[in-house]
T-cell receptor, first 115, second 112 residues
Framework: GAGVSQSPSNKVTEKGKDVELRCDPI?????LYWYRQSLGQGLEFLIY????????KSGLPSDRFSAERTGGSVSTLTIQRTQQEDSAVYLC?????????????FGDGTRLSIL | DAKTTQPPSMDCAEGRAANLPCNHS???????VYWYRQIHSQGPQYIIH???NNETNEMASLIITEDRKSSTLILPHATLRDTAVYYC?????????????FGGGTRLMVKP
């Protein structure tokens, strides 16, 4: 079956521009997570969504970052007025149910480069 | 979540078994052991997880010691495509945040 799909796979933009990153989770997965990974570093949690509950935004690094999940499926991560330190790979993961022992399944990420 | 310790790197000959150790001496009774790997330029890939019993799937086997303070991931017949960084994670399934954190992992190099 289809895995987690992210688009675009690569994004190069100029400092100060806004970007939107998209995540299509595995069908039927109710929990969705956004992480970012800088070169050679571990995962940095950004935000997660669980069903219709309010998202946990505790990992968002600044108010330039926001995310939404429409219809409990597709999610969009938006970064406004991008800065060079925003350059990283942005990863999306989904799991059938938050709080279960089921693993998170990841997409291949969007590699964001800010010039 | 409990801290894990893994060797930073290992080599394995193609076709041989790769045995990747992980120490998690502070693991709690309700914490699971998960293994992921990350191949260059790809997202993390789930491999296997377990609580206390040994587990096997199409990718690997997971051996957890009786005291649960360590575990070993076994790739029975390593191929060149298994070259990756392997991460051992210990976490509570019902953790409210449930987000993942990766440590340094083990960089496995499979050689012909």
């Amino acid at each position: 079956g289809a895995g987690v799909s992210q688009s675009p796979s690569n994004k190069v933009t100029e400092k100060g521009k806004d970007v939107e990153l998209r995540c299509d989770p595995i069908s039927g997965h109710t929990a969705l997570y956004w992480y970012r990974q800088s070169l050679g570093q571990g995962l940095e949690f950004l935000i997660y969504f669980q069903g219709n509950s309010a998202p946990d935004k505790s990992g968002l690094p600044s108010d330039r970052f926001s995310a939404e999940r429409t219809g409990g499926s597709v999610s969009t991560l938006t970064i406004q007025r991008t800065q060079q330190e925003d350059s990283a790979v942005y990863l999306c993961a989904s799991t059938p149910l938050m709080g279960s022992n089921q693993p998170q399944h990841f997409g291949d990420g969007t590699r964001l480069s800010i010039l | 979540d409990a801290k894990t310790t893994q060797p930073p790197s290992m080599d394995c000959a193609e076709g041989r078994a790769a045995n990747l150790p992980c120490n998690h001496s502070t693991i709690s009774g309700n914490e699971y052991v998960y293994w992921y790997r990350q191949i260059h330029s790809q997202g993390p890939q789930y491999i296997i997880h377990g609580l206390k019993n040994n587990e096997t799937n199409e990718m690997a086997s997971l051996i957890i010691t009786e005291d649960r303070k360590s575990s070993t991931l076994i790739l029975p017949h390593a191929t060149l495509r298994d070259t990756a960084v392997y991460y051992c994670i210990v976490r509570v399934a019902n953790n409210a945040g449930n987000m993942l954190t990766f440590g340094g992992g083990t960089r496995l190099m499979v050689k012909p």
